[in-house]
């Protein structure tokens, strides 16, 4: 059983920016699909990111050009750097693990470890 644990959230004005962090322990990190996902109050949770293996990433659209994610498998580490944040990104940020895959996963329903989520707020 893989366990997730995020950290890196916080309050940033508009424009700021913030990496998230979240460190595996069980498991080879270094053969299974990561992702980034988020919740907004009210709202279904959306895929954000996902990174594969061996690094390589794909970005929901509307944060492509701000964000980037990126794991070291070294440190059984997935990063989610986060450029000019903008309120929209406002949202509890969960990562998660499909042991499952070593590709790019997108589907929430593909993942089968996730993290307790950190909270990010971005004031206008």
């Known amino acids: 059983q893989v366990q997730l644990v995020e950290s890196g959230g916080g309050l940033v004005q508009t424009g700021g920016s913030l990496r998230l962090s979240c460190t595996a322990s069980?498991?080879?990190?270094?053969?299974?699909?990561v992702g980034w996902f988020r919740q907004a109050p009210g709202k279904e949770r959306e895929f954000v990111a996902g990174?594969?293996?061996?690094?390589?990433?794909q970005l929901l659209d509307s944060v492509k050009g701000r964000f980037t994610a990126s794991r070291d498998n070294a440190r059984n580490t997935v990063y989610l750097q986060m450029n000019n944040l903008k309120p929209e990104d406002t949202a509890v940020y969960f990562c998660?693990?499909?042991?499952?895959?070593?590709?790019?996963?997108?589907?929430?329903?593909?993942?089968?470890?996730w993290g307790q989520g950190t909270q990010v707020t971005v004031s206008s």
């Open positions: 998660a693990a499909d042991t499952q895959n070593a590709g790019t996963s997108y589907s929430e329903h593909e993942f089968d470890s």
């Open positions: 069980g498991g080879s990190f270094s053969s299974y699909a």
């Open positions: 990174v594969a293996w061996n690094g390589i990433s």
